[in-house]
């Protein structure tokens, strides 16, 4: 479900995950589209593929003193629970956003921790400098890539919200 007015649809049971079939698919749809009728925020379902990996978040916002500040950490329920978070100036280099993800206290669990995927670095480290170049060539208010889906083959955005403008 997409919508202007919904931040975390997952605590308002406004994601359905793991459908296999289309009885399944035509269920979530109908439950989905009954559940937004009163949300004038509402721009529609979005469908796609599941993915499985581990959740991360970056985030951009503007911070008066230093301007465009990213903010990178696990994702999902661990961002709010553990709030094992790096922050960086923009824009950042290839070493500094390294930086960013071994500063991290949960690091190990991109490194292939017991039995989850081991995290291509370079590649993450490559995001994080692409978004804060683009913060600071766009100048967007915010940016906030949340989840990330990370595996051993690849990295995926899952969902991306963009404010232009800054703030």
């Keep these: 479900m997409s919508s202007t007015n919904i931040l975390h649809r997952t605590e308002k049971n406004l994601l359905k995950t793991n ?33 499985k990996g581990i959740e ?16 990178f ?23 500094e956003a ?7 206290k949960g690091k190990k669990v991109l490194q292939g921790y017991r039995g ?18 683009l913060a600071v060539k766009e100048k967007f208010s915010t940016i906030d890539l949340n989840p990330l889906i990370a595996s051993d083959k690849d990295i995926n955005i899952v969902d991306i919200k963009i404010n232009q403008g800054q703030t």
Excluded at 20 to 44: M, W
Aim: net charge positive; hydrophobic share 45%; aromatic share 6%.
């Design 73 to 95: 950490g696990l994702g999902g329920i661990l961002v709010e629970v553990l709030k094992d978070i790096a922050y960086g100036i923009c824009p950042l280099s290839l070493k």
């Design 19 to 51: 459908i296999q079939t289309q009885q399944e698919a035509e269920k979530a749809f109908a439950e989905l589209i009954s559940k937004s009728k009163n949300d004038k925020g509402f721009e529609g379902i979005l469908i796609q593929k599941q993915l």
């Design 56 to 71: 991360l978040f970056c985030g951009l916002k503007q911070d008066q003193a230093f301007g465009p500040v990213i903010m």
């Design 98 to 104: 390294k930086g960013l993800i071994n500063s991290l």
């Design 116 to 133: 989850l995927p081991s995290v291509d670095l370079n590649v993450l480290a490559k995001i994080l400098v692409n978004v804060s170049i």
